[in-house]
């Protein structure tokens, strides 16, 4: 994917115009060529809806900023249906970035945002102007949250969002407790994508009754999720078909009979990480585990033997050949990927 600032450029958009130097090498009709087309503006001559969609690809920073390439683009960025805030936006004239968010907030022309990204690095973002943009792109059918946001207190986002019929993604990271026992109510009927990376919960039974609410989910991304329950956590995902999976937590127990895909990143291997997965099609498996847990190590594999597709990792690869377990057959295996370290392994 091209660098973000020069989306446009590679599409070949942006007005050029030939300079002196290639002027002077050309004569007779290369003459007349080359002045016809000396000022060429291909982007204005497509409909706003595409420009629109173009501009959606970009930070709303650099979107706003085409408003001064002409009197048409003065307000054509109001009408893009997705905000991309991230930290790094210049304030001046004693303005603070929070004010600088309301006023494109009041600015917009478009009536609906489809997606909404937030990425703080530098604690630009408060917790109220997290829940006022969230709130506002709620009331306006969003479809896509993506919130990256280092907090240092616990976060509790607005209750719209948990009954938002219209979200289909939804990525939260806060490095930080989210409260997920405030919300009265949580129905997602559209969400299909949630990712859950470095959240920390008061209780299990609040993440529980999330995935409760999530009656079509098909892909879950859960990395560094951590609570300070000791009782086992079951991940109950019936209509769940892609799973990526991060965790250090022995308690967490995967019930996905209709899982097709699933990526096991350093991830400790316990008792009942995993049940019988029928309908598997490709597997990442990358586990540590003590001595004394290669039992557990058996369950795994039976768990997933119907795969098609298996990749274990270097250390995964490194210990199972170290070892002696019984190991299930995987009668619709075509393709077996071992990742091996400069060190020669004998199997």
């Not at 859960?222 to 250090?248: A, M, Q, W």
Request: with cysteine.
């Amino acid at each position: 994917m091209p660098i973000r600032g020069s989306v446009l450029s590679c599409f070949g958009l942006f007005p050029f115009s030939v300079s002196p130097k290639d002027k002077s090498r050309s004569s007779g009709k290369d003459d007349a060529f080359t002045v016809s087309n000396e000022e060429v503006d291909r982007i204005s001559c497509l409909p706003d809806e595409i420009i629109c969609h173009i501009l959606s690809f970009l930070p709303t920073k650099e979107v706003v900023t085409t408003s001064v390439l002409s009197t048409r683009w003065k307000t054509l960025w109001t009408s893009v249906l997705t905000l991309d805030f991230e930290d790094n936006w210049p304030c001046f004239f004693n303005t603070t970035f929070a004010s600088t968010v309301g006023s494109i907030l009041d600015q917009r022309k478009a009536k609906s945002i489809k997606r909404l990204c937030l990425h703080n690095h530098n604690k630009s973002f408060t917790i109220d102007l997290i829940g006022t943009l969230v709130s506002t792109a709620v009331s306006q059918n969003l479809q896509e949250l993506d919130l990256f946001c280092y907090c240092y207190l616990e976060v509790t986002l607005p209750n719209t969002l948990f009954t938002c019929k219209t979200i289909s993604i939804l990525k939260l990271s806060f490095g930080s407790t989210i409260n997920l026992n405030a919300i009265s109510s949580i129905h997602l009927p559209s969400l299909k994508i949630l990712h859950l990376y470095l959240l920390y919960l008061e209780k299990d039974e609040s993440l529980m009754r999330f995935f409760s609410g999530c009656p079509i989910l098909e892909e879950l991304c859960y990395e560094e999720v951590k609570s300070n329950n000791s009782t086992p956590f079951k991940i109950c995902l019936p209509s769940l078909k892609k799973l990526h999976l991060k965790c250090h937590d022995q308690r967490v127990q995967i019930v996905t009979p209709s899982l097709e895909y699933l990526q096991v990143q350093e991830t400790k291997v316990c008792d009942s990480l995993l049940c019988n997965l029928p309908t598997l099609i490709k597997a990442h498996v990358d586990i540590y585990f003590d001595h004394c847990e290669k039992e557990y190590v058996s369950k795994l594999f039976n768990g997933i033997h119907h795969t098609k597709f298996l990749e274990l990792s270097t250390y995964t690869t490194e210990v199972l050949a170290d070892s002696s377990f019984g190991f299930p057959e995987f009668h619709n295996l075509v393709h077996l990927k071992l990742c091996l370290s400069l060190l020669t392994i004998v199997f």
